[in-house]
C-alpha cells in the first residue's frame, strides 16, 4: 500500500481543507484494511476498514473524496464496497461509523441510524452510528 500517498491524501483532505488539527495517526491504520479508489491512475477517494474482534464489530471510517472528483457519486460507490466486504469479511459483526452531522443523511442513505448525541471533536460536530440490522 502506498501508505504516504494515503496518509498526505486525508491529511490535505480532514487536516488542510476542514481547517482541523487532529492526530490522524491514531495506531489504527496498521491493523485496517484501506480501499483506495483511483481515477486516471490518481488517488481519488478512500475509506478505512477497522475490525475490532473484541467487540464484534468493524468501523468504516476515514471516509474522503478529493475536492475535483466530488458529486461523481464516488463517495457513493466506496461505501457500497466497503459494506459488500463487511458483509464478506466481517459478515457477524456490527457496522459503525462516526460521521460529521452534515453527512448523517448520506449514511442513512446506506440504512444507517444515529446512535449517540452530536459531540464536538476537534471543532467539528459529528455522532455515531450504526448499519441498521433487518431481520
Given at each position: 500500500?502506498?501508505?504516504?500517498?494515503?496518509?498526505?491524501?486525508?491529511?490535505?483532505v480532514?487536516?488542510?481543507?476542514?481547517?482541523?488539527?487532529?492526530?490522524?495517526?491514531?495506531?489504527?491504520?496498521?491493523?485496517?484494511?484501506?480501499?483506495?479508489?483511483?481515477?486516471?491512475?490518481?488517488?481519488?477517494?478512500?475509506?478505512?476498514?477497522?475490525?475490532?474482534?473484541?467487540?464484534?464489530?468493524?468501523?468504516?471510517?476515514?471516509?474522503?473524496?478529493?475536492?475535483?472528483?466530488?458529486?461523481?457519486?464516488?463517495?457513493?460507490?466506496?461505501?457500497?464496497?466497503?459494506?459488500?466486504?463487511?458483509?464478506?469479511?466481517?459478515?457477524?459483526?456490527?457496522?459503525?461509523l462516526?460521521a460529521?452531522n452534515?453527512?448523517?443523511?448520506?449514511y442513512?442513505?446506506?440504512?444507517?441510524?444515529?446512535?449517540?448525541?452530536?459531540?464536538?471533536?476537534?471543532?467539528?460536530?459529528?455522532?455515531?452510528?450504526?448499519?441498521?440490522?433487518?431481520?
Amino acid at each position: 500500500m502506498p501508505l504516504y500517498e494515503l496518509l498526505r491524501f486525508r491529511q490535505a483532505v480532514f487536516v488542510v481543507e476542514q481547517g482541523c488539527a487532529y492526530p490522524d495517526l491514531d495506531g489504527r491504520d496498521q491493523q485496517a484494511r484501506h480501499l483506495m479508489l483511483r481515477v486516471a491512475g490518481e488517488l481519488a477517494g478512500c475509506l478505512r476498514l477497522i475490525p475490532f474482534p473484541e467487540e464484534n464489530r468493524v468501523a468504516i471510517g476515514r471516509v474522503a473524496v478529493a475536492p475535483e472528483h466530488r458529486g461523481r457519486g464516488l463517495a457513493r460507490q466506496m461505501m457500497q464496497e466497503a459494506l459488500a466486504c463487511c458483509r464478506r469479511d466481517y459478515p457477524d459483526c456490527r457496522v459503525t461509523l462516526t460521521a460529521q452531522n452534515y453527512l448523517v443523511p448520506f449514511y442513512e442513505s446506506f440504512a444507517f441510524g444515529v446512535t449517540s448525541a452530536s459531540y464536538d471533536d476537534y471543532g467539528l460536530e459529528h455522532v455515531e452510528m450504526a448499519l441498521v440490522q433487518v431481520s
